[in-house]
């Protein structure tokens, strides 16, 4: 186990709600990135947080919108919600800094079906 | 612009057969990370190997080998004598360094180990 954890691990939403999942991120970690990953597809890189500031954004719409918190855990928010948001969503920590490229870990994600 | 292409979109074999997961990568960095995961059912990505652009030597862990070959910008993975346990949906990933880290994935290759 890599000791990332994500909440919830299932969510049912309905067109145009809101939801908020959230990750925990390795003992040690300072950056957390989210993924999406729709059926039969790679996941997609969404942000990625670093010390509490977003640092990189993949080609998601501004609906998509997230939180670092001190102690590096993390939630990722989607406003307006669409039929084509129901994907798993994958939460990676790493550990960043100069000269430092880590890999990253990631949790179980969390799986949303929007109806 | 970076792109990862996994060719083989499933694949099915006897156990104790030998298999080879093929990765094609495109990137005008010099500098970059590749990767492979293993995504079993439950869902949660799980982490292989990690190689950087200066280091081309195959490595081998146990049952799992792996040729990395800049001419040809490939990066597969060979699973020798597969297990059922093997079965699995395998990602190829692409990292550039600096920035955010990001990772490009493949839309993966799924692998059925028959018993």
Redesign the interface.
């Known amino acids: 186990e890599?000791g990332v954890t994500q909440s919830p691990t299932h969510l049912i939403k309905t067109r145009g709600q809101q939801v908020t999942l959230r990750c925990s991120s390795q003992s040690g970690h300072n950056t957390v990135?989210w993924?999406q990953q729709a059926l039969?597809?790679?996941?997609?890189?969404i942000f990625?947080y670093y010390r509490e500031e977003e640092?990189?954004r993949?080609n998601f719409p501004p609906r998509f919108s997230g939180l670092q918190f001190p102690n590096y855990s993390s939630e990722l928010n989607v406003n307006a919600l669409e039929l084509d948001d129901s994907a798993?969503y994958?939460c990676?920590s790493?550990l960043?800094g100069a000269g430092v490229?880590d890999?990253?870990?990631?949790?179980?994600?969390t799986?949303l079906t929007v109806l | 612009a970076q792109k990862?292409t996994q060719a083989q979109t499933e694949i099915s074999v006897v156990e104790k057969e030998d298999v080879t997961l093929d990765c094609v990568y495109e990137t005008r960095d010099t500098t970059y990370?590749l990767?492979w995961?293993k995504q079993p059912p439950?869902?949660?990505?799980?982490?292989l190997i990690?190689r950087n652009s200066f280091d081309e030597q195959n490595e081998i862990s146990g049952r799992y080998s792996w040729n990395f070959q800049k001419s040809t910008s490939s990066f597969n993975f060979t699973i020798t004598a597969s297990q059922v346990v093997d079965s699995a949906v395998y990602?190829c990933?692409l990292?550039e360094?600096g920035?955010?880290?990001?990772?490009?994935?493949?839309?993966?290759t799924r692998l059925k180990v028959l018993a």
């Open positions: 890599t990135s993924y039969g597809q790679g996941p997609q890189f990625q640092n990189g993949g798993l994958l990676a790493s960043s490229t890999t990253q870990y990631f949790g179980p994600g799986r | 990862v990370y990767f995961y439950s869902g949660e990505l799980v982490f990690r990602f990933a990292s360094v920035g955010t880290y990001k990772y490009i994935f493949g839309t993966g």
